[in-house]
Every structure is written in structure tokens, then in C-alpha cells.
């Protein structure tokens, strides 16, 4: 071992000791202030005490720790609510063997505290009373790394006229009402006009014509056999033996049109999406499809080995950096069940990082290929040498441990 390296375990050695003592001296300091409150509920008195309880952890911190734990010197106080929800907070039973400790430490991204100016708008409202309109605020603070986001106690923007989602399956394939959506973070202000935006709109978009339900969407993964690196639903799906696929993932499902045809396969599948200039999250939920809020740095939700099948199409690609996939494979084969398959439709990178990069990154993790096809990709002309590669992936069912 050099001995840079050597320095820096030992300093980091220290960081721990000094969190270690540091979060137990919190405990400490938060349960004797805490166990003195009566239990009654006054959220502007919660706030306030632990503000106070909280100790000012930057003059105890050294240079280097605060470096490393990602509070620098000058950082400026973290608002008070922020503090209120992620102090540790007592369990009102006491101790908790499923926990091992008396306490709860609710969960926000790590580097949440990295961005205290975005934090600050974005912790800065009135307790009990309405959320600033800040939906682009908020998704870019969880982009950056904020995830999960702090939960906060006011009540979120909501259109002032909301009317009732269309009844299943009418909702499956009908534009829903510009009145469930609040439009202020998007370039348009009507489902129209994101319907028409492929025609007029230069910028690009995600997704842009996704949001035309009679347009290609219509026919995505419907093909009676697809071609190259287009698969059909029911070509994946004959893979397994029927009825098996129950359950599953859509990693950057757009509009959530796979979750649809999957539906009328009587196959359940959640959507995780952002909101990139459009209201991707609400229409989904508008066509009777389950969203998920997360980006692809977030750990997915679900159990080991519990899902059937996780697809995703588009959003895996070359632009994600390439220890983040490793971490992001990895986790799909996590979820997966044994036996479960993991469709990857249309990852796409350079040529010449296909043979360096992509396929043994790919082929590391684990899975058995059932299928692999690999085709250009010509959307920005020929000249920059791209290409798709859909494969179609099985968990093992035996021994993938
Ligand atoms: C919280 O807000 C609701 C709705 O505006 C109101 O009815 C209630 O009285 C408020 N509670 C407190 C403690 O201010
Ligand atoms: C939708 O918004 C566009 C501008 O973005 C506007 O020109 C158009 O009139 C609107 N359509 C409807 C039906 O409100
Ligand atoms: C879906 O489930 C319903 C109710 O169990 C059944 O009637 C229908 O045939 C199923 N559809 C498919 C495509 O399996």
C-alpha cells in the first residue's frame, strides 16, 4: 500500500470515529431535549426545538473531514426545516430490535446538503400551509443528486379545476384534461400543444411525439414479428411459458405506453419517468398506469429477486456514465426473480465503444442472452457511427447467486 493511500484510510479512519461520536453525542443531546417534551403535536414548536437541539456541526469539523463528508466550511446554515425532518427522532416506544437503535433518521439524498441555495428555496415555505409552485426547482435539486428529495410539510400546487381521470380502459388511449396538469414548469401549457410539438418545436425533447397517442406510439412493440432490434410484446413474451411474466418494471417509460399494452396482457408494470419539459408523471397516472419519481441513480424500490420482467428503452444509453450502469445492472439483476428477463430495447452508444465497453459490461453481470441484435442508428446521420443494441436478457433460473 502507498502511503497516500495509507494517509487516507487512516484520516478517513478518523472521519468515522468523529461521525460515530459525533451522531451518538446528537442522540444524546436530541434525547434529553426530546424526552423533556410532552407529547403533544405543535409543528412550528417541533421545528424550533430541534433547530436548537441540533449542534452546529462546522466549527467542530476539520478541514479535511468537512472536505470528505461533503460540508464545507462555508456552507451557510441548512433551513430549519430541512434540519426538522432529517434529525434523528426518537422512536416513541423506545428501542427497536428490527432497527437496532431508539431512533429514526428519515432519508434524503447524501448530497442534498451540497446544494444549500437550492435547498433553501426549496425548504423555505410555510408549515401546514402551500408548497411554492416549484416542480422544476425541485427535479433539478433530485437530478443533481438530491434524492430522495426532503419530504415537506405543505400542501403541493394542484390545479385549481381538476376534473375526474377518464374510467379504465377509455383512459388507456384518450388525451386526458389539460386541467389535471400544472403547466408551470413546461414550454407548453396544453396537452395540444405537447401533441403537436414534433411538427413545430426544433428543440429536442424527450420523448417528443410521445405524447401523440395516435402518432408512433400507437404501434410501439405491437409488430406481429418484429425486425433487428425491434421486438414485439408478444415475441418477448413467448419466451416464458404463459402467464408466468406477472410483474415488472419500465425504466424511462416515456408516457408509459408499455405499461398499457402490458396491461392488456393483464400484466402489472411500473413507469419510472421524470418530468423533462413535460408532464410525464401526471399523464401516465391519467391513462391508469402506476408512476414512479425516480431518476437512475435512485436503488430501485422493490425486494430482491421479485420482479418478472424489467424493460427500458431510450434512456440507458452511452450518456449514463459507465460506473453508474455497472451499479444500474447490477440492481436490475437484483430485483429480477430468478428466471425473470430483462429487456433492453434500444441502448445505444458509438460503434467503437460496443466491442471496448458496452458487451463486456453487459455480459459481466450475469445474465443469459436470449436474444441480441445490433443495428444503426441513423437519427443523426451516419457520420457519427451509432448503434442500437436491443438484447433480451434472463436472469438465471438456477444458481444466479
Ligand atoms: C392547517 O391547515 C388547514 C387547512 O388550511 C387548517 O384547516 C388547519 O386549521 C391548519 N392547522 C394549523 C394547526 O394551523
Ligand atoms: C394551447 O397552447 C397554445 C400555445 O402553447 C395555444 O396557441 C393554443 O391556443 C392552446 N390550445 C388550447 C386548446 O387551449
Ligand atoms: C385478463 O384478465 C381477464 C379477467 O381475469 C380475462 O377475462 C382476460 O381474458 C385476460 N386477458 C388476457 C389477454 O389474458
Not at 24 to 51: A, M, V
Not at 119 to 132: A, E, I, Q, R, T
Not at 174 to 188: E, G, I, Q, R
Request: hydrophobic letters at 35%.
Amino acid at each position: 500500500m502507498d502511503s497516500p493511500h495509507q494517509f487516507r484510510s487512516v484520516s478517513s479512519n478518523f472521519l468515522y470515529l468523529f461521525i460515530l461520536l459525533a451522531s451518538n453525542l446528537l442522540t444524546f443531546l436530541l434525547s434529553s431535549t426530546l424526552f423533556s417534551c410532552s407529547c403533544s403535536f405543535d409543528p412550528t414548536q417541533t421545528t424550533t426545538t430541534t433547530t436548537n437541539a441540533m449542534p452546529n456541526p462546522n466549527p467542530v469539523i476539520t478541514p479535511d473531514a468537512a472536505e470528505e463528508s461533503g460540508i464545507t466550511s462555508n456552507t451557510p446554515d441548512l433551513p430549519p426545516e430541512f434540519l426538522a425532518f432529517t434529525s434523528p427522532q426518537l422512536l416513541p416506544f423506545g428501542f427497536n430490535s428490527n432497527f437496532d437503535s431508539d431512533n429514526i433518521l428519515p432519508s434524503v439524498g447524501r448530497p442534498c446538503t451540497l446544494f444549500p441555495d437550492e435547498l433553501n428555496h426549496f425548504m423555505s415555505y410555510k408549515v401546514n400551509g402551500s408548497c411554492p409552485d416549484d416542480e422544476l426547482l425541485a427535479q433539478k435539486l433530485l437530478l443533481k443528486g438530491c434524492e430522495p428529495l426532503p419530504r415537506r410539510r405543505c400542501r403541493p400546487a394542484a390545479p385549481p379545476d381538476c376534473v375526474e381521470p377518464f374510467p379504465i380502459p377509455r383512459s388507456y388511449w384518450l388525451t386526458p384534461s389539460d386541467s389535471s396538469v400544472v403547466w408551470t414548469a413546461y414550454t407548453c401549457k396544453n396537452y395540444s400543444c405537447l401533441v403537436n410539438r414534433r411538427h413545430k418545436q426544433k428543440a429536442f425533447d424527450d420523448c417528443k411525439d410521445c405524447f401523440d397517442l395516435e402518432g408512433p406510439e400507437k404501434v410501439r412493440w405491437t409488430a406481429k414479428k418484429g425486425n433487428g432490434v425491434e421486438l414485439s410484446i408478444d415475441e418477448v413474451l413467448s419466451v416464458k411459458k404463459p402467464g408466468t411474466i406477472r410483474i415488472g418494471l419500465d425504466i424511462g417509460g416515456g408516457v408509459g405506453t408499455f405499461a398499457v399494452r402490458m396491461m392488456e396482457r393483464n400484466i402489472t408494470i411500473v413507469t419510472t419517468s421524470m418530468n423533462l419539459n413535460g408532464p410525464f408523471n401526471t399523464f401516465i397516472a391519467s391513462r391508469g398506469i402506476v408512476p414512479l419519481y425516480i431518476s437512475i441513480s435512485q436503488r430501485l424500490p422493490f425486494f430482491d429477486n421479485t420482479l418478472d420482467i424489467v424493460h427500458s428503452m431510450h434512456v440507458l444509453s452511452n450518456w449514463i456514465p459507465t460506473t453508474l450502469l455497472h451499479f444500474l445492472l447490477f440492481d436490475i439483476y437484483r430485483v429480477l426473480r430468478p428466471g425473470g428477463l430483462f429487456w433492453l430495447d434500444h441502448f445505444f452508444c458509438v460503434e467503437k465503444q460496443l466491442e471496448e465497453v458496452y458487451v463486456p459490461l453487459i455480459e459481466s453481470v450475469g445474465f443469459d442472452k436470449v436474444k441480441w441484435e445490433v443495428g444503426r442508428k441513423l437519427d443523426r446521420g451516419p457520420e457519427l457511427h451509432e448503434i442500437y443494441i436491443t438484447a433480451l436478457l434472463e436472469k438465471p433460473l438456477k444458481n444466479s447467486w
